[in-house]
């Protein structure tokens, strides 16, 4: 994947509810603990007993399933600095990578967004992905969001967006 700097991935999803948020989201965190990457929620309406329900239908192994489970799926209401700031660093002492999920109204993803570019200004030896999932019938502008973004997570994972940019055109 290319990336906006040498080590910040910026990804753009769609999803219809709460339900195709998780899983959505499900098999890419699947994958990225598989590959010793760690996960930051930053999630407005938290989606956590989606993520139980959904986990207990799938055929994942109990340590893979810990691993989703330890993530906060929570809300978190306030988007802190502060907060973030610790959560990133925390993360980032172990991997080599962090998957950064990002939710909510417009300006609370506003808000996260320029909270995280802040932190990662000053870190450069790690990979960060950043998602940020935008809820359809909150958007109007579909369009305007894809052209910010070379990358869209769907079902199938991060994809270039010029790969999906018909279906997700189609929509807006």
Known sequence: MRKNNSNVTKVCS????????????????????????K???ILEKGIKS???E???KMNLKRETQNKI???????????????????????????QAINII???????????????????KSIFDKEITIINCY????????????????????????KEISQVITDLKKIG
């Open 54 to 56: 959904l986990l207990s």
């Open 135 to 158: 809820e359809i019938a909150k958007y109007k502008e579909i369009n305007t969001i894809i052209d910010k973004y070379e990358y869209v997570l769907n079902t199938s994972g991060i």
């Open 50 to 52: 989606n993520i139980e």
């Open 14 to 37: 769609f999803y219809v509810d709460e339900w195709h948020l998780t899983t959505m989201l499900l098999p890419h965190i699947n994958k990225t603990i598989n590959e010793n990457k």
């Open 39 to 41: 996960v930051l929620t």
């Open 69 to 95: 489970l330890e993530i906060n799926w929570n809300s978190k209401s306030i988007c802190k600095f502060s907060e973030i700031k610790n959560e990133i660093e925390s993360l980032l002492k172990d991997v």
């Open 102 to 120: 990002v939710d909510g109204n417009e300006e609370y993803m506003k808000i996260a967004n320029k909270n995280i570019d802040k932190i990662i």
